[in-house]
């Protein structure tokens, strides 16, 4: 069945620092992908999205490539700041019974410190 | 506007209790969802309605019941509990555009701020 990948953390960084969370898949056909954010005690919040291959989502200096090849869809930020602690999903949308359902990585846990 | 709210945002329980979480979206959305989070762990989906009919469980137990009683709103009855049902309670809702690329919907799920469960 479909699967994501993603790195685990706990991920560390100073401030101004640069960010990749590597996450890949495996699925049939072509998934939409997905990055969502959970700061603490919140819900997750969508980080930004690509339906399609070579599609690039972006949001809050935060980007994502998608990646039909190395069937991936990896985390970059240039600039991390405190505010970016969090933790990052990756997901990809379910496929035929499951369609518009989303299956979740594990999760990164993201902490920059001053 | 892209916002799903959820009440209450805190709830203590007892096992024996029968309590009610509710959520709401007013982005015509047609498409509705429970997940279930526990701490470190990624959401797990809980049920779907598509239509304001259910279309997925989860194999979820019955002191969990779901109620759509519009399109807007979204309830999870509770009853029974256990303590190992402690969570925090995401509602999602999105589109249902019915696009789809060869099988993979292309919807948004946008999610709620969640409820944080605590059974006694």
Request: with cysteine.
């Amino acid at each position: 069945g479909d699967s994501v990948t993603q790195m685990e953390g706990p991920v560390t960084l100073s401030e101004e620092a640069c960010l990749t969370i590597n996450c890949t898949y495996t699925a049939t056909g072509y998934p939409s992908l997905f990055w969502y954010v959970q700061y603490p005690g919140e819900g997750l919040q969508l980080l930004l999205k690509a339906t399609k291959a070579d599609d690039k989502g972006s949001n809050k200096g935060f980007e994502a490539t998608y990646r039909k090849e190395t069937t991936s869809f990896h985390l970059e930020k240039g600039s991390v700041q405190v505010s970016d602690s969090a933790v990052y999903f990756c997901a990809l949308s379910g496929y035929g019974g499951s369609q518009g359902n989303l299956i979740f990585g594990k999760g990164t846990k993201l902490s920059v410190k001053p | 506007d892209t916002e799903v709210t959820q009440t209450p945002k805190h709830l203590v329980m007892g096992m024996t209790n029968k309590k009610s979480l509710k959520c709401e979206q007013h982005m015509g959305h047609r498409a509705m969802y429970w997940y279930k989070q526990k701490a470190k762990k990624p959401p797990e989906l809980m049920f779907v309605y598509s239509y304001e009919k259910l279309s997925i469980n989860e194999s979820v137990p019955s002191r969990f019941s779901p109620e759509c009683p519009n399109s807007s709103l979204l309830n999870l009855h509770l009853h029974a509990l256990q303590p190992e049902d402690s969570a925090l309670y995401l509602c999602a809702s999105s589109q249902k555009t019915g696009t789809a690329n060869l099988g993979h919907s292309t919807d948004t799920q946008y999610f709620g701020p969640g409820t944080r469960l605590t059974v006694l």
